[in-house]
């Protein structure tokens, strides 16, 4: 049983950054893991993704702003968010798969001001 626990979460101005982290227990960690948000009545949106080899890929509305890297020894995968804007304001979720099944955290919340 993979278990995802997620923190860093909070209120930052625009501008400003946040280092999300996402601690994984169970299972094997050299899996892809991937960053989701939502947004307040909105659906849940891939924001960026890395394979177990370190290979990186983000939505476009993160690209250049976002960093996602992941600490294999430690099995703990980051997300660096700079430039935050408001409408970055979501829930973030760490979420990986395995044999086809998924998993996800509880989530961290993240609110940017204007």
């Known amino acids: 049983q993979v278990q995802l626990v997620e923190s860093g979460g909070g209120l930052v101005q625009a501008g400003g950054s946040l280092r999300l982290s996402c601690a994984a227990s169970?299972?094997?960690?050299?899996?892809?893991m991937a960053w989701y948000r939502q947004a307040p009545g909105k659906e849940r949106e891939l924001v960026a993704s890395?394979?177990?080899?370190?290979?990186?890929s983000y939505g476009d509305s993160v690209k250049g702003r976002f960093g996602i890297s992941r600490d294999n020894a430690k099995r703990t995968v980051h997300l660096q968010m700079n430039s935050l804007k408001p409408e970055d304001t979501a829930v973030y979720y760490c979420?990986?798969?395995?044999?086809?099944?998924?998993?996800w955290g509880k989530g961290t919340p993240v609110t940017v001001s204007s």
């Open positions: 979420n990986t798969a395995r044999n086809g099944i998924n998993y």
């Open positions: 890395i394979t177990g080899g370190g290979i990186t």
């Open positions: 169970g299972g094997i960690f050299a899996y892809a």
